[in-house]
T-cell receptor
C-alpha cells in the first residue's frame, strides 16, 4: 500500500468553478502536510502547507483530518492558470512522501 | 531570485554508459535531496544530505547508483552502468529543513 494515495483525476472544470479533491495517508506518525503543484514538464513547487485548523491562501483552501488521515484541497473561482497536477505530500520521519498527483484542467 | 540548478537538462545515452548528473543547491541551504520521477512510480526519494553528510540513501539502488557532495555548492548523482529502466526525470531539491524544499528543473534521462 502506498503511503500517500490520490485520485489521479483528471478533473475537467470550467473557468470560475470550484474543484475539490482529497488524498489519504497511511502512516499515523506523519508530522506535517503539504500541497505541491507541478506543471507539465516542470519541477514541483510548494503551493501551501496544511494545518489541522485548516488554512486558506487566496482561492485555495486546505484541510487536514488527522483522525481519518486525509487531506483536502479546494480551489475556488478556478482560473486557466490553475491547470496543473497537484501533489499531496506528507513528512514522515523527516522525509517527504509524494502522492502520484491529481490532474486538474480548467477550460475556458 | 535564488534557484537550484541542474545539469544536464536532458541526457540521452546508451545502456551500459556512465551518467553523471550535477546539482547546485541554493546558497546557504544545508539539505540536498535527490528524487526520481516516472509515470509508473511517481516521485521517489533516492537520497539526501545534510551539511554534506549522507543521511539516507535507502531509496537508491546501491549496486549502480552513487550520490556525493564534494562541497557545499555541488551534489552529484552517478549511475554506472546505466540501464533502460533508469530512464526518468531526476530532480535535485535543497532547503534548510525537510519541510521546505526548492526543486531544480530536473535532468531528463533516456537510456536506450
Amino acid at each position: 500500500r502506498k503511503e500517500v494515495e490520490q485520485d489521479p483525476g483528471p478533473f475537467n472544470v470550467p473557468e470560475g468553478a470550484t474543484v475539490a479533491f482529497n488524498c489519504t495517508y497511511s502512516n499515523s506518525a506523519s508530522q506535517s502536510f503539504f500541497w505541491y503543484r507541478q506543471d507539465c514538464r516542470k519541477e514541483p513547487k510548494l503551493l501551501m502547507s496544511v494545518y489541522s485548523s485548516g488554512n486558506e491562501d487566496g482561492r485555495f483552501t486546505a484541510q487536514l483530518n488527522r483522525a481519518s488521515q486525509y487531506i483536502s484541497l479546494l480551489i475556488r473561482d478556478s482560473k486557466l492558470s490553475d491547470s496543473a497536477t497537484y501533489l499531496c505530500v506528507v513528512n514522515i520521519r523527516s522525509k517527504l512522501s509524494f502522492g502520484a498527483g491529481t490532474t486538474v484542467t480548467v477550460r475556458a | 531570485d535564488a534557484r537550484v540548478t541542474q545539469t544536464p537538462r536532458d541526457k540521452v545515452t546508451e545502456m551500459g554508459q556512465e551518467v553523471t548528473m550535477r546539482c547546485q543547491p541554493i546558497l546557504g541551504h544545508n539539505t540536498v535531496f535527490w528524487y526520481r520521477q516516472t509515470m509508473m512510480q511517481g516521485l521517489e526519494l533516492l537520497a539526501y544530505f545534510r551539511n554534506r553528510a549522507p543521511l539516507d540513501d535507502s531509496g537508491m539502488p546501491k549496486d549502480r547508483f552513487s550520490a556525493e557532495m564534494p562541497d557545499a555548492t555541488l551534489a552529484t548523482l552517478k549511475i554506472q552502468p546505466s540501464e533502460p529502466r533508469d530512464s526518468a526525470v531526476y530532480f535535485c531539491a535543497s532547503g534548510l529543513r525537510t519541510d521546505t524544499q526548492y526543486f531544480g528543473p530536473g535532468t531528463r534521462l533516456t537510456v536506450l
